[in-house]
């Protein structure tokens, strides 16, 4: 064999290795790959493109692109250690499993079955944290909500807005809305605008050109910005040019364009004044130019927007308004039921939302740990406002962030204390809103939940103490 730079590879048959990953996935309490992930990495193999693979396996190159593929590399870079992408996929992974020692047996039916989607046994349930994976038992489907989105983007030129704070479920309902219109046959992009850098999304131009960058790259298009940008014209007009003549007449079928976290727009008022506008343009658009019917948009974000616009330019006042509220009785009840609880009584719902109001990410998380049997109900709800509590790493995040802005601790102070809604600054009202650590009652502010309202008061209390300290003049 010669040795150097020009050292063959010796490549894996591809059913070993995915023999060994499917074995340390299951070792690391992961469920193993679903056919979808498979079809993927045997493409891998064959150099397809997504494109192709979809092509021959009956499926819509977008579901494979946005959906299938981001969780498999996700999963598997877990299991390497290393991040995995398509380009390094298949050198990461036959280096791996070379280094892994060859499975002792096949894994058995029995071993495959406690962790496959849709077995009878109750599949294990994960520590909840971020967006619920679309194969999930415990995804609480909104039965008429999601009927009613599902059928508005197969309206053409439809624009629908999804609204709430944070760890409400929005990306985990994105998800399966791009999933839905990835069945539908149509083109699907989903950004998240947390992912810029904020120096792009202090330019509108830069910004406009990210995002045209980005749609074409998910849509396997060659950017081609150069050709479209004109400064002449201004990067508006360009950046619309560019989805018309470009983007859009090189589909045969919808493009759904999903854009979560949008309030990150809100931080930028420049850039909003110009880019929210500019969606409204496209919108109405559709209205005289059949082209952009083919343009299906979402946009989703965590408060009410506080950058001032003209009533015709805001795209916040058309389409579909969605509003996610927090769980009712019934879905908690109906979520703690997929947990293996039956709580038929009503007696530990009522219990638990007195405490956290039905707020998504803390009903989640309270069942994960009370189906683990790592501690009772009363247990439960005697410490959760306490640093030794659940929600301790839930409740510090938040501290922290207020510590850091005393504008924004004293804002909530003065909204924990009230006796009833107490009108804010609009700019604290979005940041506390978008936290989801105040609810608002019309324009007026109220504490979210019994949670929030002993933490932080208890906090507030210990932090004016430690400051009027005399061993702690020099706190500030």
Same mark, same amino acid.
Request: proline residues 5%.
């Given at each position: ?6 050292k063959p ?12 990953v499917?074995?340390? @996935? +299951?070792?690391? #309490? ?6 979808s992930?498979? &079809?993927? =990495? /045997?493409?891998?193999? *064959? ?29 598997l ?25 060859a499975p002792?047996?096949?894994?058995s ?6 962790f ?8 294990l349930?994960c ?31 439809? @624009? +629908?807005?999804? #609204? ?8 985990? &309902?994105? =998800? /399966?809305?791009?999933? *839905? ?5 149509y ?14 999304l ?14 074409a ?5 060659k ?5 479209y940008?004109?400064d002449d ?5 360009s950046?619309t ?24 727009i ?12 500019l ?20 946009v ?6 506080y950058?001032? =616009?003209?009533?015709?330019?805001s ?7 969605i ?34 109001g ?26 959760a ?28 102070d ?7 809604p ?32 002993q933490?932080?008061?208890k906090k ?9 300290s ?7």
């Amino acid at each position: 064999m010669v040795k150097g730079k020009n050292k063959p590879v010796i490549s894996m048959n591809l059913d070993s290795l995915l023999e060994i990953v499917d074995n340390q @996935l +299951i070792k690391s #309490k992961n469920r193993p790959l679903i056919s979808s992930e498979i &079809l993927i =990495l /045997r493409g891998i193999w *064959h150099y397809r493109t997504y494109n192709q693979i979809a092509l021959e396996a009956g499926y819509s190159p977008g579901y494979f692109s946005n959906v299938v593929a981001p969780e498999l590399y996700h999963r598997l870079s877990l299991v390497i250690g290393q991040r995995v992408t398509k380009k390094n996929c298949r050198v990461l992974l036959e280096s791996y499993a070379t280094a892994q020692t060859a499975p002792e047996r096949k894994l058995s039916q029995q071993d495959l079955a406690e962790f496959l989607p849709n077995h009878n046994q109750e599949a294990l349930p994960c520590y909840p944290s971020g967006s619920i994976p679309l194969n999930s038992p415990f995804y609480l489907k909104r039965y008429s909500l999601e009927e009613q989105v599902y059928q508005e983007i197969k309206k053409p030129g439809a @624009l +629908i807005r999804i #609204k709430a704070p944070r760890e409400m479920g929005k990306t985990s &309902l994105l =998800l /399966r809305i791009v999933e *839905h219109g990835n069945r539908l046959g149509y083109h699907t992009v989903s950004l998240n605008l947390e992912q810029v850098e904020q120096a792009i999304l202090n330019n509108l131009n830069q910004f406009l050109r990210w995002l045209c960058a980005n749609i074409a790259h998910q849509l396997q298009r060659k950017p081609m910005l150069d050709e479209y940008w004109d400064d002449d014209l201004g990067s508006k007009i360009s950046c619309t040019l560019y989805f018309q003549d470009y983007l859009l007449e090189l589909i045969n079928t919808p493009l759904l364009l999903a854009l979560d976290e949008v309030n990150q727009i809100f931080e930028h008022p420049q850039v909003a004044k110009d880019f929210l506008p500019l969606l409204r343009s496209w919108y109405e658009e559709t209205k005289r130019l059949a082209i952009w019917q083919k343009l299906r948009l979402i946009v989703v974000h965590s408060t009410e927007i506080y950058v001032p =616009l003209e009533l015709n330019q805001s795209p916040f006042n058309v389409g579909l308004p969605i509003q996610l509220e927090s769980f009712s009785q019934e879905e908690v009840q109906q979520l703690a039921q997929s947990y293996g609880f039956d709580w038929t009584d009503g007696e530990e719902v009522r219990q638990l939302m007195a405490m956290v109001g039905g707020h998504p990410a803390l009903v989640h998380l309270a069942l994960y740990h009370l189906s683990r049997g790592e501690i009772t109900m009363s247990q439960l709800l005697a410490t959760a406002p306490s640093a030794t509590g659940i929600y301790a790493h839930h409740l510090q995040r938040h501290w922290a962030t207020l510590e850091k802005q005393p504008e924004l601790a004293q804002a909530l102070d003065t909204v924990l204390h009230a006796t009833e809604p107490v009108p804010l600054d609009p700019t604290l009202t979005h940041k506390l809103s978008s936290m989801g650590l105040i609810k608002l009652s019309g324009s007026q502010a109220i504490a979210s939940c019994e949670l929030y309202r002993q933490y932080f008061t208890k906090k507030g209390k210990q932090h004016f103490i430690y400051t009027l300290s005399p061993l702690s003049l020099n706190y500030y």
